[in-house]
């Protein structure tokens, strides 16, 4: 079976790398450290300071594991390859639901990279999945939990 993509800009892929380095020379030796004090402190059975830093290590292990897959099977979209007026991973649109006036924008990235709050979408996001693939110009009806919608799809930008 094969392994999932993760569909990401270069600049979210640069960002997981930084990630993944802080993680493993800074995060890792810190926790590994809070753990040999913790231990020096004797009794582990009731040691608050040694279950934290092993929750903390779990979490960090954890983290790593799930950012070296990501990066493993990373795949950076290339905006700049794909049709100017199509929607795509890395590109910006800007859509107004239909009978509104208002406009909205947001850039769609890869999941590990979404912040709706700065107007970046999750490619998974129902939003997404229904402009993905669609042209400047073009009406799209979106599903996402709570009802449907249709947008116009005003402009794409790289």
Known sequence: MPEKSYPMTAEGKEKLEAELKNLKLVKR?????????????????????????KDEQSHVEDRIDVVEQMLKYAHVVDADSVDPNEVSVGKKVTYTEVGEDDPETYTIVGSDESDP?????????????????????QTVEITPPGGKFKVKINKVED
Do not use: C
């Not at 913790?38 to 934290?52: F, P, V, W």
């Not at 998974?124 to 400047?136: C, E």
């Open 117 to 137: 709050l700065n107007g970046k979408i999750s490619n998974d996001s129902p939003i997404a999945q229904a402009l993905l693939g669609k042209k400047k110009g």
């Open 29 to 53: 030796p810190k926790v590994i450290k809070r753990i040999k004090i913790a231990r020096s402190y004797g009794d582990l059975s009731e040691n608050s300071e040694y279950d934290s830093a």
